[in-house]
């Protein structure tokens, strides 16, 4: 089985490599620096799981030279999916399977508009980790883990060869759950609630945490995130919000979100599919989202700023 992972950040460094690893055939879809990058340096994990390096994989920044693929895992950002979908096309045949890894909802969506919805699952990751250098990964906390499967919640034998493949890498876990749609629900009630209040309090889970206020604010955002997904026709479970805060009591008191950690470094990032998406749909349903519609308001101005479009102060 041959498998193209497209990007090599945090995501696709670390899965990427685990499957490398593992024997598995593995090519990176990498650019400029962290191309040059891999092919003089090899890809470097630094990883509770175990540490471990690949030396002189194979990597390429020309989707043609690649060729097909069987399995194309996307790790890019979640705003990147659109732009670079399009020129993943030579990597796909009748037979490949697409797997989007990015936070949100939206990525399926994009990538079956430009590759076609008959070669795209959903699918998402869960780890965190961090890119600590050019070709270095870091992963510092959660069991990391890819799950996916046909947006329609069929159970079919495409699905189930990728995850027999994968399933002998170690360091991380693959997950075909009986509801995709909820799974990518379910991660982003994980996921954005820590990166949006981390963002607009600048600081890290161990404040976020153990301040009371704090608490509540992360608490509130999840209930709004479950209160959406059931009027859009998801069920969640309602104990999720006060499980999900006590993971998060689990996690290193310095851990961030990638999108908090983008935002206060200036640089784009995944505000719009995920506080953004949320905002969004909850606007569209009728659903109150009033921490979501504050934080939103408060981030804008510098995710604006951070993607040049920022509109000049008015006199």
Wanted: proline residues 7%.
């Amino acid at each position: 089985m041959r498998i193209a992972v497209v990007g090599v950040g945090a995501v696709g460094g670390y899965f990427g490599g685990r499957l490398a690893q593992a024997g598995l055939d593995v090519v990176f879809l990498a650019r400029g620096k962290t191309l040059a990058s891999l092919r003089a340096e090899g890809l470097r994990i630094q990883s509770i799981a175990g540490d471990f390096e690949i030396q002189n994989p194979n990597a390429a920044d020309d989707p043609a030279e690649i060729g097909r693929c069987d399995v194309v895992l996307v790790a890019v950002k979640a705003y990147q999916v659109q732009e670079i979908a399009p020129s993943l096309a030579p990597l796909v045949g009748v037979d490949t399977v697409v797997i989007p890894m990015q936070n949100g909802l939206e990525a399926p969506a994009l990538l079956s508009e430009a590759l076609g919805p008959e070669v795209v699952l959903g699918g998402l990751c869960k780890i965190f980790a961090s890119k600590t250098g050019p070709v270095t990964i870091g992963h510092i906390g959660l069991e990391p883990a890819i799950e996916f499967g046909e947006m329609s919640g069929e159970k079919t034998g495409r699905v189930e060869r990728v995850r027999a493949a994968f399933a002998p890498a170690a360091g991380m876990a693959t997950v075909v759950p009986d509801d995709i749609q909820v799974a990518l629900w379910q991660k982003l009630m994980h996921v954005e609630p820590l990166g949006a209040v981390g963002s607009v309090v600048r600081e890290p889970a161990g404040v976020l945490r153990t301040v009371p206020e704090t608490r509540r604010m992360l608490l509130s955002a999840m209930e709004e995130i479950v209160a959406l997904a059931s009027k859009r026709g998801i069920a969640l479970d309602p104990s999720l919000p006060e499980r999900a805060i006590r993971r998060i009591d689990q996690l290193p008191a310095d851990a961030t979100a990638s999108m908090h950690r983008d935002i206060l470094a200036g640089r784009p990032s995944e505000f719009e599919f995920q506080t953004g998406t949320v905002v969004r749909y909850a606007r569209e349903s009728q659903v109150p989202a009033p921490v979501h519609s504050a934080i939103y308001a408060a981030l804008l101005p510098g995710t604006l700023r951070a993607r040049g479009c920022l509109p000049a102060p008015s006199h």
